[in-house]
């Protein structure tokens, strides 16, 4: 679905009730909305600012809140948005409307919410050779070291991925226009930053998922708040998401503990005295990249910034973006 088609089943939705007439304006001078929407309730009009996205990601609300500050008064308007981030634009008083007609709007004394419509599943186009499981592990490393110009030996030994897999990832992210052939020997990386976003993206939802191997909990609960004095292996197990934010900016105080680890399950409960808990609030990834991390007990900054840009809450975005600002900024 485009995004013309999009808003042609919002307002479609909308209007079944008979108590809302709508309508949409194209934006043509300015570049950083699609259009406006206006809303017409009880003799009542409010014209409203209007980005269209097909998906909505959690990576998506810190310049969607921003958006909603510069072009007041603000409606993003998708296809489909998931309830965690529905609640979230709620929470931060964030109008939205779905291709199904379900809104909410809290705008000058008008007070909308609908939620009850069928979602319009979303029908993905096939992955693009580039951004599998493992061309997301080489995507890493091009991302965190600029490696692209090395030979595919030094890549395939450093990503543990084999060469002919290598070939198809690079012609992938050249028909996405990510890689430009300088000369016969020599790549250079376009649109770093939009790569940057896709990967953070691909990596939440195909890489991440397979990576886990538990949740976890203390054995003894104050070891929670003290969680800076644990003593971790080096080279084997480093903090990633929250923990990582904190130590990076001194900003984020952690709702929630996430590793990265080479250590086996038994090392872990044995060294770290947790005890598996469904529930719990220590979550435990295994560690896709080869090399070691010795001098740090963080995963690089780029990999912390995903794990916190995922997560969508305003404390969590608002770390991701000072680790953004201070350590990724100057590569992006």
């Known amino acids: 679905m485009n995004e013309k088609e999009i808003i042609q089943y919002a307002i479609n939705n909308i209007q079944k009730s008979g108590a809302i007439t709508v309508e949409w304006k194209e934006s043509n001078n300015d570049s950083t909305i699609d259009g406006k929407?206006?809303?017409?309730?009880?003799?009542?009009?409010?014209?409203?600012?209007?980005?269209?996205?097909?998906?909505?990601?959690?990576?998506?609300?810190?310049?969607?809140?921003?958006?909603?500050?510069?072009?007041?008064?603000f409606i993003i308007i998708a296809q489909r948005i998931f309830p965690k981030i529905k609640e979230e634009l709620r929470k931060r008083n964030i109008a939205y409307l779905e291709a199904n007609g379900n809104i909410f709007l809290n705008k000058n004394e008008i007070y909308l919410y609908i939620d009850g419509n069928t979602p319009i599943e979303l029908?993905?186009?096939?992955?693009?050779?580039?951004?599998?499981?493992?061309?997301?592990?080489?995507?890493?490393?091009?991302?965190?070291?600029?490696?692209?110009?090395?030979?595919?030996?030094?890549i395939a030994e450093v990503t543990d991925t084999g060469i002919g897999t290598l070939n198809t990832i690079f012609n992938g992210?050249?028909?996405?226009?990510?890689?430009?052939?300088?000369?016969?020997?020599?790549?250079?990386?376009?649109?770093?930053?939009?790569?940057?976003?896709?990967?953070?993206?691909?990596?939440?939802?195909?890489?991440?998922?397979t990576l886990v191997i538990g949740t976890f909990r203390f054995l003894n609960k104050d070891d929670f708040y003290n969680w800076k004095d644990i003593p971790l292996k080096k080279g084997k197990t480093i903090w990633g998401g929250e923990p990582a934010g904190d130590l990076l900016t001194n900003y984020l105080r952690p709702e929630e503990l996430t590793l990265y680890t080479n250590e086996e399950t038994s090392e872990l409960m044995k060294n770290y005295r947790l005890v598996p808990d469904l529930e719990g609030n220590i979550k435990v990834f295994k560690q896709f990249w080869r090399d070691e991390q010795e001098n740090t007990n963080t995963v690089h900054p780029l990999l912390a910034y995903a794990d916190l840009m995922n997560k969508g809450d305003r404390r969590c975005t608002e770390t991701a973006q000072k680790i953004y600002d201070e350590y990724l900024q100057d590569q992006f």
């Open 173 to 209: 992210l050249k028909e996405d226009g990510f890689i430009l052939q300088l000369t016969k020997n020599e790549l250079q990386i376009e649109n770093k930053k939009k790569l940057l976003d896709k990967w953070v993206l691909e990596y939440e939802k195909r890489l991440k998922p």
């Open 37 to 73: 929407l206006l809303l017409h309730l009880n003799q009542h009009t409010i014209e409203l600012y209007a980005e269209i996205k097909r998906e909505l990601r959690n990576i998506h609300l810190f310049k969607i809140e921003e958006l909603a500050v510069t072009k007041n008064p």
């Open 123 to 154: 029908k993905h186009k096939t992955t693009n050779r580039a951004f599998t499981k493992t061309g997301l592990k080489v995507i890493y490393q091009f991302l965190i070291k600029d490696c692209i110009n090395s030979t595919y030996r030094e």
